[in-house]
């Protein structure tokens, strides 16, 4: 049984197979695959393009940018996939629907699509160790993945139930997006009919913060950009110019998060466009969860933090403010072209920031981390639950509350509140008796 290799890893690394490989428990019970015991074939180790920006620049809108960029990237990796047929160069190949469906999940959230695309691999390389082809799988064998999943954690580890969960649930829209556009070719989804980890509505993994500890975080942002600026008025260069304005765009990233409640998905989208004035205020216009029109006011110290950013942004492509265009927060290119600002910076120098603030756990720490505050700070301040529940965009106010980290502090527990009734109680009735002594 191959239960050593963690996943992820490309089938061609994995030791020679038995009829059991790859299937946790088979000695206890569980069937092993009907499969040959070859080795299967090798990942290829130059990924041939599938030429996907070009026809889509050809038959479409023009791809440039962040786009085309995320475009090569997802075909350069749907490209060496295990398992699928190879690009036959027709629009609806599997691999290049497999491209689609990437991009469509990195439109709403590049961490999105990059667990996708985690899941996905490890999916298929568990397909190649089952000699499994995936277009064909049944319920059963979704079933085994699930059992295999589980027992294949990190660091040696179970896989937490939402890890899971997760992974079945990219596994099963990947299925679902290619259901509706191969007429019939792929007859069902195999995951409809298997049960997924139960995930508690009332506790999140999502590493929590203090609101001291935000105010740690947005302390130490203002104290490296001032830092920066200072590095640049004492030896001015492009290098500490460029710097000077990424630490700018930190800080009113991080005080956007903080301060709105806003997902990193939502906040990186934006373009300078999505900035507008309505009923007097300044505000944010954005596509939240479920493809909702959202708008929300930003607070003044946001707008502080985002004005300072904005102006010294002009400054350094030399235009006015006005005249800026492209995403809110952009990349600090020396050739003058503003790239999108990704996800996973966000999230290095959000740790690497929380580690010169000495937060516990920066190492674990993720933009959701903020979102998560937001909705306890806003709690705590006495916000009703349905005005936090509309700020964060959520549908069913048990997430809300799942959200609220303070709702589980020991000073609000209702045990304290009975507690004091029944001593309340207990001092009326004795006042009660002393009186009535008094009497006789």
């Not at 890893?9 to 009829?19: G, K, L, R």
């Not at 059992?147 to 179970?158: C, D, K, Q």
């Not at 998060?257 to 373009?271: K, N, P, V």
Request: aromatic share 4%; hydrophobic share 40%; with cysteine.
């Amino acid at each position: 049984m191959t239960t050593s290799r963690p996943p992820g890893q490309p089938a061609a690394e994995a030791a020679p197979h038995t009829t059991t490989a790859g299937v946790p428990g088979a000695e206890s019970g569980l069937a092993a695959p009907l499969a040959p015991t070859v080795a299967p074939p090798p990942r290829p180790a130059t990924p041939a393009p599938l030429g996907v920006v070009a026809s889509a620049t050809a038959t479409g809108p023009d791809l440039s940018g962040p786009l085309a960029a995320a475009t090569r990237q997802i075909a350069r990796w749907a490209a060496g996939l295990p398992g699928l047929p190879a690009d036959d160069g027709s629009r609806y190949s599997i691999r290049r629907l497999t491209v689609a469906w990437n991009l469509d999940a990195w439109g709403r959230s590049q961490h999105t699509a990059i667990a996708h695309r985690r899941d996905l691999s490890t999916y298929l390389d568990w397909c190649q160790l089952e000699r499994l082809d995936p277009l064909t799988a049944r319920p059963t064998d979704l079933s085994q993945f699930r059992v295999w999943r589980e027992l294949h954690g990190t660091r040696g580890r179970s896989a937490a139930p939402s890890t899971v969960a997760r992974a079945l649930a990219s596994v099963s829209s990947w299925y679902t997006h290619l259901i509706a556009n191969t007429e019939g070719r792929i007859p069902r989804n195999p995951l409809t009919a298997i049960s997924r980890p139960a995930v508690s509505a009332h506790t999140s993994r999502t590493v929590g913060l203090t609101l001291a500890e935000v105010d740690q975080l947005l302390a130490h942002a203002d104290i490296e950009a001032e830092a920066r600026q200072a590095s640049w008025e004492a030896t001015p260069s492009p290098r500490q110019q460029a710097r000077h304005l990424a630490a700018l765009r930190d800080r009113a990233l991080l005080r956007l998060l903080a301060d709105l409640g806003l997902r990193i998905g939502e906040a990186l989208a934006r373009d300078l466009d999505d900035l507008s004035y309505n009923a007097g205020q300044r505000t944010l216009r954005f596509v939240g969860k479920g493809s909702q029109q959202r708008e929300r006011p930003l607070p003044a110290h946001t707008l502080e933090a985002l004005d300072d950013y904005l102006a010294a942004r002009a400054a350094a492509t030399g235009c006015a403010v006005d005249a800026l265009t492209g995403p809110l927060f952009a990349t600090t290119s020396t050739d003058g072209t503003p790239g999108r600002l990704a996800e996973p910076n966000v999230f290095t120098w959000l740790r690497r920031l929380a580690l010169t603030a000495g937060i516990p756990a920066a190492k674990r720490l993720s933009p959701h981390s903020l979102r998560h505050a937001f909705a306890t700070g806003a709690r705590q301040a006495g916000v009703p639950l349905e005005d936090v529940q509309d700020a964060m965009g959520h549908a069913d106010p048990r997430t809300t509350r799942r959200y609220d980290r303070d709702r589980h502090n020991l000073d609000r527990d209702p045990a304290h509140i009975l507690g004091a009734s029944r001593a309340s109680r207990r001092a009326t009735q004795t006042r009660a008796a002393d009186d009535e002594g008094g009497l006789a």
